[in-house]
């Protein structure tokens, strides 16, 4: 499969040598190579989003960084007619057969997860968002390791807050 843009070019194809069925390369126009990863399925839809790879079919959907790190990765209950990224690059209409919804992800973790080493928490929230099966619940559950829309107010530095000062 090929994909590209105004700015990149991706190939996805078998992968004769890896431990995954299937590898991808992504190459700047000037055709300097940016990424490669392996990939553990070829999805039917492949486009760039800004400086991400964005991958879906019926009811999967992954969204990995051109530094290879897989930033979404998500088995909706509901079947999929699209996914079309908007100007912003956290930004995107997921479109089924009964709704148009604009959902946005964060990328700023609570705690650092590393390009291939993820530390434990971060396959946890992985398995118990794969496990969860309702879009709703995996997002209440990924609030609790990223911040989202769902995510509570940060908490106020009661360090910097006098002793007997009224809240303002």
Excluded: W
């Excluded at 879906?56 to 790190?69: F, H």
């Excluded at 997921?94 to 919804?101: A, R, S, V, Y």
Aim: aromatic residues 8%.
């Amino acid at each position: 499969m090929v994909f590209y843009n105004e700015k990149y070019v991706g190939l996805i194809f078998e992968n004769s040598k890896g431990d995954t069925p299937y590898k991808m390369e992504v190459y700047s126009l000037s055709g300097e190579k940016i990424m490669s990863k392996e990939i553990e399925m070829n999805l039917d839809h492949v486009k760039f989003a800004g400086k991400n790879v964005l991958m879906y079919d019926d009811v999967t959907c992954e969204l990995i960084s051109l530094k290879g790190v897989v930033k979404f990765k998500h088995v909706f209950t509901k079947q999929l007619d699209a996914i079309v990224p908007m100007e912003s690059t956290n930004t995107f209409l997921l479109m089924t057969k009964n709704k148009i919804e604009e959902i946005s992800l964060r990328y700023s973790l609570k705690s650092p997860v590393t390009k291939n080493k993820q530390t434990a928490e971060a396959k946890e929230m992985c398995k118990r968002v794969l496990e969860s099966g309702d879009y709703y619940k995996a997002l209440l559950i990924i609030s609790e390791y990223v911040e989202t829309e769902l995510s509570p107010p940060p908490k106020e530095n009661k360090k910097t807050k006098k002793k007997n000062q009224p809240e303002r």
